[in-house]
C-alpha cells in the first residue's frame, strides 16, 4: 500500500513539473553543477538532479548556447540565465570560472606553439616537394636519378673535348647511350645537360632559400598570431 502511495505521489510530482515546464515554455533544464542540459519532458528521469537547483532554458536559447560551447564558449548561470562567455582567443587560454574570463596559460602556449610550429614545418615541406614535382612531372624516377651522373659526365666530357684529340667515349657511358638512342651528336647532348641541370639547381637552390627563411620565420615566432601570418604567406607563395 505504502509503495502505491509513493508511485502515485512520485508520478503527480513528475505531471507537475512537466505542466510547468510547459506553461513557461521550458524545454531544458541546465544544471551548472554538472554543465548540462537536460530534457524537460524526461527531467523525472534523472537521478540526482533536483529542478529547483537548475535553470530553465527553451529550446531557441538551448540551440544557441549548444552551438557557442561546440565552438568553445563555457557556459555558466548568471542572474537566473545560462549565458555563454566569449570564445577562447587560442588553444594555449584556460577559463577562469571565477572571474568568468579566458586566461593565458604560459605553458599550454609553448606545447601550442611548439605543435603549431611542427605542423608548419611539415606544410612547408610539402610545398616544396609539390613545386619539385611540379617541375620533375615530365621524368621518370630512373632518369632523375641520373641527373647528377649525366651533367658529371657531360662536363667531364666537354673539358676533355676543349684540349683536343681523340676521346674515349667508353668513359661517359651514359652520356653516350642517351647521344646514340637520341640521334643527336654527343657534344650537343652534353651542352643540353648542362643547361638542364642548371635550371634544376637554380630551381633547388631557390627552394632552399625560400624554405630557409620560412624555417627561421616559424622558429623564432613568438604568438599564434605571428606564426598564423607565416601560414598564410606559404599557402601564397607560388614559384
Not at 43 to 56: A, P
Request: glycine share 2%; with cysteine; charged share 30%.
Amino acid at each position: 500500500m505504502t509503495d502505491e502511495i509513493t508511485k502515485e505521489v512520485i508520478e503527480a510530482v513528475a505531471e507537475t513539473v512537466i505542466a510547468k515546464a510547459v506553461s513557461k515554455q521550458v524545454d531544458y533544464y541546465f544544471d551548472e553543477k554538472t554543465k548540462s542540459f537536460y530534457p524537460a519532458q524526461f527531467i523525472e528521469s534523472y537521478q540526482g538532479i533536483t529542478v529547483e537547483e537548475c535553470t530553465t532554458v527553451t529550446q531557441d536559447e538551448f540551440n544557441m548556447l549548444i552551438d557557442l560551447r561546440n565552438k568553445g564558449a563555457m557556459l555558466y548561470v548568471e542572474n537566473g540565465k545560462v549565458k555563454a562567455s566569449k570564445l577562447p582567443p587560442s588553444k594555449a587560454h584556460i577559463y577562469n570560472e571565477q572571474s568568468k574570463a579566458w586566461e593565458l596559460n604560459e605553458q599550454k602556449q609553448k606545447e601550442f606553439l611548439k605543435e603549431q610550429k611542427k605542423e608548419l614545418k611539415t606544410l612547408l615541406k610539402n610545398k616544396c616537394n609539390a613545386i619539385t614535382d611540379e617541375y620533375l612531372k615530365e621524368y621518370p624516377q630512373a632518369e632523375v636519378l641520373s641527373f647528377s651522373l649525366q651533367k658529371d659526365q657531360a662536363v667531364k666530357y666537354l673539358e676533355e673535348f676543349a684540349q683536343g684529340g681523340e676521346i674515349d667515349l667508353n668513359k661517359y657511358p651514359v652520356l653516350t647511350m642517351i647521344a646514340k638512342n637520341r640521334k643527336v651528336e654527343i657534344n650537343t647532348l652534353a651542352k643540353w645537360v648542362i643547361e638542364k641541370s642548371t635550371q634544376f639547381e637554380v630551381l633547388t637552390g631557390t627552394l632552399a632559400g625560400i624554405r630557409q627563411k620560412f624555417k627561421d620565420l616559424i622558429n623564432n615566432a613568438k604568438t599564434d598570431e605571428q606564426l598564423t601570418a607565416i601560414k598564410q604567406e606559404i599557402n601564397q607563395w607560388t614559384m
